[in-house]
């Protein structure tokens, strides 16, 4: 559904949305470099358990 809807899904260590994922990464550099230029009009939600640690990718996000 999200590549239908034009929704780049990006996972993060795991390999259980390798149905739907375009692309998975490993760490939060590749996970930066996947997403690349972000602009006023994108839009990024950072959806995991807290144990995957992806706050670090919303800090990341932010700093950029």
């Not at 690349?36 to 700093?63: H, W, Y």
């Amino acid at each position: 559904v999200a590549k239908e809807l034009g929704v780049h899904l990006i996972a993060f260590g795991t390999d259980g949305y390798s149905a739907s994922a375009q692309q998975t990464v490993s760490t939060i550099d590749e996970a930066v470099a996947a997403l690349g230029p972000l602009d006023a009009n994108d839009a990024v939600l950072v959806k995991g358990s807290r144990i995957a640690g992806l706050e670090r990718l919303a800090t990341a996000l932010l700093a950029g």
